[in-house]
Each structure stands twice: as structure tokens, then as C-alpha cells.
């Protein structure tokens, strides 16, 4: 699911720092990855696919790997 925030409550309360900055919730709802997407803004470039692994891993009832990665993109203003 993808989240709407315009109040951007909920990325305060997350933690969100740019666009797209992305959070994996367990069958618990607990926090199991943030992070960016993958490794590279340039689609040709992508080795590493971050956010994929971590939700394949968190469908498998298990930890990802890497639970937190660096995020990269748009710098989020909050007022």
C-alpha cells in the first residue's frame, strides 16, 4: 500500500528526510527496513534493488537483511 500524507504527520513521526524515502512494516506493524528504493537514481545504473529485497524478506516472515539503507532524493521541508 502507499501512503498519502499532506499533513506530513506521519513522516515526521517516521522520520522521513526525502521523497521517496521508503519504510517496511512487518505483519506486526513494526519496522522492519528504511530506506531508499535502490542504489542508483539512474535506472540503467540500479545493481542493488533495496526496498524489493526487504518486503520479499518480510513476506518470508523474516528480518531483511539490510533493515536500513541510505536514502537519496528530494530533501522534505517541514515547517
Not at 14 to 34: I, N
Amino acid at each position: 500500500a502507499y501512503l498519502y500524507d499532506p499533513s506530513r504527520e506521519i513522516g515526521r513521526k517516521f522520520g522521513a528526510l526525502v521523497t521517496p524515502h521508503a519504510f517496511v512494516l512487518d505483519k506486526e506493524r513494526k519496522l522492519a527496513y528504511r530506506g531508499a528504493i535502490d542504489d542508483s537514481q539512474n535506472a540503467e545504473k540500479v545493481t542493488k534493488h533495496s526496498l524489493r529485497d526487504a518486503v520479499d524478506a518480510v513476506l518470508a516472515g523474516k528480518a531483511p537483511a539490510e533493515p536500513e539503507t541510505k536514502q537519496f532524493g528530494c530533501g522534505i521541508g517541514y515547517e
